[in-house]
């Protein structure tokens, strides 16, 4: 019998990763098993922001939206290096109108017959003075009103557009979040495995026997089902428990253009359809826009953005964006699948973003995981830990709030000087080049450059900056096994780069495991 952990968890998205960071920290000992790479589904297909929220207000979702405005500068002091303050920028359409059947707009049609169809001024910027206020913000700045006339902001917009507001949210690069919590996990204690599905967990003599399929059998006292997409079939066909709760599928899909405009703000529509979509200032020489709603079926894997799902967007940012945004502007498109707690909403968009955690403990406990925003994983986590804290009496208080991600050991409004300083030491790099790294290692940048004085130093170049010596560091610290998880998940470089360099990339990472 192999020796037994404290938890074994399923499924390496962030929910997963964060627990285990979590529950290491906390002295318990941890193993996780993810069947593909780190973030490869849901976790790396979001719109990349830390925000409260703000349309989920007109569903009343006001604890989620506290609890997810609070953490946006907890996790920005945490991670400066992947995560910034951002801008964003609200058009005021007055002749906008919208179907809609949030639990505001039903209210606002009974009191106010005439503002059916329409979000008066007066309702959005009473619903920006709760944004700024919910969760007690200290680091961002508030909201503001903006005249769109002869500004930077308004210059990419139709002409109709005079007026705006200006509030901020946070960017995020989701994927490197999760490998950046696993990698913290590791260096704890946790076992991270990946590339291997667990096949089977049954409970066995008081403890849960977990197979993967490469034949290796652990057992553990506890399971956590994080299984993403996934988790309902974790429930039914791996876990084999007794349950009527089911997730929902929700597809949002993205598309990237090329850059539509000069600033670095992002915009914040609103749709005759009720629906909002973003347009992001994206890798410095693209735009990204989404995100859709969709209910999915089949294998969350098969999720893509539609011929149909990019026409819409398209041609929602084009009732705003003066050029029109067409189909043949778009350079990548990706589409992820949201697991959301069927809560019986009659549309996708309705559906609710918070977490539900469940209970089974019908012998050894097996928590299961459903929903939850990038922006709370943290808090998801520790409101995990509450729930299995009670099996395992030894272990430590929370201790996360104030724990930097590796790299992110730095003050927020730190970035600049490290990159002048990385130049200073290691002068072949060039001003976006040593961004970029401080952007994705921060402080640990150093330690991948590891005294280069020259780029020969880091060894083969395979195209857009990406070197051996970082490809090795992402082997050896960050779980990469392919080229595609360098160049979609741990970075964006793919847009930067040729199939053939990609080709070559996964040739030299194969022969890099064979020789390990």
């Not at 929700?250 to 990237?256: D, E, L, T």
């Not at 405009?261 to 979509?277: E, P, T």
């Amino acid at each position: 019998m192999s020796e037994t952990t404290d938890l074994f968890i399923i499924g390496g998205g962030i929910n997963g990763c964060g627990i285990a960071r979590d529950a290491v920290g906390r002295g318990l000992t941890v193993r996780l098993a993810e069947m593909g790479d780190l973030a490869q589904a849901t976790s790396s297909k979001s719109t990349k922001l830390f925000h409260g929220g703000l349309r989920y207000l007109e569903y009343l979702e006001v604890r989620l939206v506290r609890e997810a405005l609070k953490e946006r500068e907890v996790l920005l002091q945490a991670m400066p290096h992947i995560s910034w303050p951002m801008r964003f920028v609200l058009p005021l359409d007055p002749k906008m109108t919208f179907e809609s059947d949030t639990p505001v707009s039903k209210a606002l049609a009974l009191v106010m017959p005439w503002a059916k169809g329409h979000r008066p001024n007066f309702l959005i910027r009473a619903g920006l003075f709760l944004y700024d206020n919910l969760g007690g913000r200290k680091i961002l700045p508030g909201t503001r009103s903006l005249s769109l006339g002869a500004s930077p902001e308004g210059a990419p917009l139709k002409d109709r557009l005079k007026k705006a507001y200006e509030y901020s949210d946070c960017w995020v690069e989701d994927a490197r979040l999760v490998s950046l919590n696993a990698r913290d996990a590791a260096m704890k204690g946790a076992d991270i495995i990946t590339g291997t599905e667990v096949t089977e967990a049954v409970r066995d003599n008081g403890v849960w026997r977990v197979t993967l399929d490469d034949g290796r059998v652990f057992h553990a006292r506890a399971l956590v089902n994080a299984g993403g997409p996934w988790v309902g079939r974790v429930i039914r066909d791996v876990a084999h428990l007794d349950s009527t709760e089911t997730v929902r599928l929700v597809r949002g899909s993205h598309i990237v253009v090329r850059k539509l405009y000069d600033h670095d703000k992002a915009y914040f529509f609103q749709g005759a359809d009720g629906r909002i979509i973003f347009a992001i200032p994206y890798q410095d020489d693209f735009t990204l826009i989404g995100t859709t709603d969709r209910d999915h079926q089949g294998s969350p894997l098969d999720a893509e953005c539609t011929a149909e799902e990019q026409d819409y967007l398209c041609r929602f940012a084009s009732e705003y964006f003066a050029t029109p945004v067409t189909r043949d502007q778009i350079v990548w498109t990706y589409s992820g699948v949201r697991p959301l707690y069927d809560d019986g909403a009659k549309s996708a968009t309705a559906a609710t973003r918070d977490y539900v955690l469940s209970m089974d403990e019908k012998g050894a406990p097996c928590l299961n995981v459903f929903g939850g925003k990038i922006t709370t994983y943290r808090r998801l986590a520790e409101h995990a830990l509450e729930k299995l804290v009670p099996h395992f009496p030894q272990a430590r208080p929370a201790w996360t709030a104030g724990a930097p991600l590796p790299g992110g050991d730095f003050a927020v409004d730190g970035v600049s000087a490290l990159i002048d300083g990385l130049m200073a030491d290691h002068p072949f790099l060039d001003r976006r080049w040593a961004t970029r790294l401080v952007r994705a290692y921060g402080t640990d940048a150093r330690r991948l450059l590891n005294g280069a004085a020259s780029a020969q130093d880091l060894g083969r170049d395979f195209g857009a900056s990406l070197t051996e010596a970082e490809v090795d560091w992402l082997m050896t610290h960050e779980f990469a096994r392919h080229a595609d998880d360098v160049v979609w998940r741990r970075s964006k470089l793919g847009l930067r780069m040729d199939q053939a360099q990609i080709d070559a990339l996964e040739a030299w990472m194969t022969n890099a495991r064979s020789a390990a």
